[in-house]
């Protein structure tokens, strides 16, 4: 997210009076009263980002050590340490213009995919109608808040994504408030809200083929609007260089500067052992790797040719280990992205797989095809010294070895069921793990699917959960694929 632009000294020295005056009136009894129907108490941002794992027992070392820039991979401590809660600031007042300005970009809001409906402009209308600014600024507080939260973070929840660990920290209650605080001081609170959007060409890309698409065509805009709000799940700067795997199109791509470098096909897991959507920090590549088989499969490999079995003191098997070869799963190389769900990018060992249409084969991780010259193109940049003749010479001597890049590189792992191509037309991938109908669904709901996750009612019919009411769908209906 784009450092926040900090008003002028003098016309915030100028507004202090008001501001002080008008927080008095706020503080009031009799006004804290007053509050037009269908204007609720202000609210913070949604919980969009998963939850970090737990603090490990023991600290990690060797490649699964913590790594800077790997939010999935921090210290303990740095998890544990929570930061001083910084002194309350007076009440955010707005003024009607600036009201009016957010109403006008709420009835905007459905060219982002959105339900203008969602963030309920008749109640924000109302407020104003009142000319209290007390009430005018609860109102438009919260509605900030929604909107703003949906456009950085995405409008569906946590709920609503299945097998979504990608990190997104670009919105914060703090970074938000400031974010408004400074939208009203500049009077620049449209430049603000556009600030948040995604600036990845796809989203631009999908956002044209919605204002394309008829409504009559309600699947295929239920489609784009979906894969829209994921582009929103995902950090707005993904970085001038980065490794970016779509699931469903069965594709890895190395991008540079808004431009792909590099893309060859790819397999992902298969529909019982589904690939999870996360992001990661590459830091190096592994030649000729050993692969240390998953408890999940083991019953695979126990006992069969070419693997070994690995013994603890006490002579039990703890595990069983497919030593580097050419019959080793891994192939030659896999790279070095610790992440807690032990997903990786690698090499293979049938690469005739790749010739087929539907690349779901794998236990989870991503086999990608030419992975070698992928990585030996990562290994050379920023004068690195693994240089093409010494990674060939590294897998000749059929020792395993770890060669790290330069700098690291970050890789995503998404799931898109719609994409753009070069020439602008929109390709529709097939829903590969069935996840489109859920998270549609949840992108109907005006709490975006928050509720799925409400907890079971002991009182209830046999316990069952409450059923959520989704919001009134006037032209669409939600899709099922």
């Known amino acids: 997210m784009n450092k926040l632009v900090i008003g002028p000294m003098k016309r915030r020295a100028s507004s202090l009076l008001v501001f002080t005056a008008v927080a008095a009136m706020v503080a009031s009894p009799a006004l804290s009263q007053i509050r037009p129907m269908g204007v609720p108490t202000p609210a913070q941002p949604r919980a969009s980002v998963p939850a970090k794992p737990g603090p490990a027992t023991t600290p990690r070392t060797g490649p699964d050590a913590p790594v800077t820039g790997n939010p999935d991979y921090q210290a303990?401590?740095?998890?544990?340490?929570?930061?001083?809660?910084?002194?309350?600031?007076?009440?955010?007042?707005?003024?009607?213009?600036?009201?009016?300005?957010?109403?006008?970009?709420?009835?905007?809001?459905?060219?982002?995919?959105?339900?203008?409906?969602?963030?309920?402009?008749?109640?924000?209308?109302?407020?104003?109608?009142?000319?209290?600014?007390?009430?005018?600024?609860?109102?438009?507080?919260?509605?900030?808040?929604?909107?703003?939260?949906?456009?950085?973070?995405?409008?569906?929840?946590?709920?609503?994504?299945?097998?979504?660990?990608?990190?997104?920290?670009?919105?914060?209650?703090?970074?938000?408030?400031?974010?408004?605080?400074?939208?009203?001081?500049?009077?620049?609170?449209?430049?603000?809200?556009?600030?948040?959007?995604?600036?990845?060409?796809?989203?631009?890309?999908?956002?044209?083929?919605?204002?394309?698409?008829?409504?009559?065509?309600?699947?295929?805009?239920?489609?784009?609007?979906?894969?829209?709000?994921?582009?929103?799940?995902?950090?707005?700067?993904?970085?001038?260089?980065?490794?970016?795997?779509?699931?469903?199109?069965?594709?890895?791509?190395?991008?540079?500067?808004?431009?792909?470098?590099?893309?060859?096909?790819?397999?992902?897991?298969?529909?019982?052992?589904?690939?999870?959507?996360?992001?990661?920090?590459?830091?190096?590549?592994?030649?000729?790797?050993?692969?240390?088989?998953?408890?999940?499969?083991?019953?695979?490999?126990?006992g069969k040719k070419g693997f070994v079995a690995v013994k603890g003191s006490d002579g039990s098997i703890q595990r069983w280990r497919q030593p580097p070869g050419p019959s080793n799963a891994l192939g030659q190389i896999k790279f070095v992205m610790p992440n807690s769900k032990a997903i990786y990018l690698h090499d293979t060992n049938a690469r005739s797989r790749f010739n087929s249409d539907t690349r779901a084969l794998s236990h989870g991780c991503v086999r990608t095809e030419h992975i070698l010259d992928l990585a030996t193109e990562l290994l050379g940049d920023d004068g690195g010294e693994w240089t093409a003749d010494r990674v060939e010479a590294a897998l000749q001597s059929k020792k395993t070895v770890q060669a790290n890049f330069v700098k690291p590189v970050p890789v995503y792992i998404v799931y898109f069921s719609a994409a753009a191509l070069n020439d602008g037309r929109i390709v529709d991938y097939k829903d590969l793990y069935g996840r489109d109908a859920k998270a549609m669904a949840a992108l109907e709901m005006k709490d975006g699917g928050a509720s799925l996750a409400m907890p079971k009612d002991p009182d209830g019919p046999s316990g069952q959960q409450p059923k959520p009411k989704p919001k009134p769908k006037p032209a669409n209906q939600v899709a099922t694929r």
């Open 76 to 302: 303990d401590d740095q998890q544990a340490q929570a930061a001083p809660v910084p002194p309350p600031l007076p009440p955010v007042i707005w003024n009607v213009p600036s009201a009016f300005e957010l109403l006008a970009y709420i009835s905007r809001i459905g060219a982002e995919g959105l339900n203008p409906a969602d963030y309920d402009p008749a109640g924000l209308q109302a407020a104003i109608q009142t000319g209290n600014l007390a009430a005018i600024s609860a109102a438009a507080t919260e509605r900030f808040n929604l909107v703003s939260s949906d456009l950085a973070l995405g409008h569906i929840q946590k709920p609503g994504r299945t097998d979504w660990f990608v990190v997104d920290n670009d919105l914060s209650a703090e970074k938000q408030d400031a974010l408004l605080r400074s939208a009203l001081a500049q009077r620049n609170l449209t430049a603000s809200l556009n600030a948040l959007l995604p600036t990845h060409p796809q989203y631009a890309a999908l956002k044209v083929a919605l204002s394309a698409t008829p409504p009559s065509d309600a699947a295929r805009r239920d489609r784009i609007r979906l894969n829209l709000d994921r582009w929103r799940w995902l950090p707005r700067d993904l970085g001038n260089k980065y490794i970016i795997v779509n699931v469903p199109g069965f594709h890895a791509t190395l991008v540079e500067n808004g431009v792909n470098r590099w893309k060859q096909r790819a397999i992902a897991g298969k529909l019982s052992t589904p690939t999870p959507q996360l992001n990661a920090t590459a830091v190096g590549v592994i030649l000729n790797p050993a692969w240390n088989v998953p408890k999940s499969i083991e019953k695979e490999a126990a």
